[in-house]
């Protein structure tokens, strides 16, 4: 992680950079404002890539003598019967159908995206709070 988190933060600097000579150079407050997100997300992915690489174990992609097969195996756990992204994808839909046809739509889509995402946050819970 520490090589992907070097690069977006790279990637940051350079966003910057161009935006801020865009910005200078044409004047046009679309695309520097873009260009100003785009650095944005961009130093958000790299810090937390940087951030994490701390805490975790070196990967085979962070060893220059690694093998392809060196970084074989399990990756993590995936849900494998969870319906909330359909639910949150059927609200984002509806959320997005509301800037087309009229912004009463978001009353539809709003609780089926709250609904969708508080089920998917907690789906797996197993807290002291639940009840078993």
Do not use: C
Not at 34 to 59: C, E, N, P, Q, W
Not at 60 to 77: H, M, P, R, S, Y
């Amino acid at each position: 992680m520490k090589i992907q988190g070097k690069m977006f933060i790279w990637l940051a600097a350079f966003i910057l950079i161009m935006a801020v000579v865009y910005g200078w150079w044409s004047k046009e407050p679309a695309g520097t404002t873009a260009l100003f997100l785009a650095f944005g997300l961009s130093i958000m992915i790299g810090y937390y890539l940087a951030f994490t690489a701390k805490r975790v174990d070196t990967g085979a992609q962070d060893n220059k003598e690694a093998d392809v097969a060196d970084d074989a195996g399990e990756l993590g756990f995936f849900s494998p019967h969870s319906w909330q992204p359909l639910s949150l994808a059927v609200g984002g839909a509806l959320a997005f159908l509301g800037v087309v046809f009229g912004w009463w739509l978001l009353y539809f889509s709003l609780p089926v995206l709250a609904f969708g995402l508080w089920g998917w946050v907690f789906e797996y819970y197993r807290g002291e709070n639940q009840n078993q």
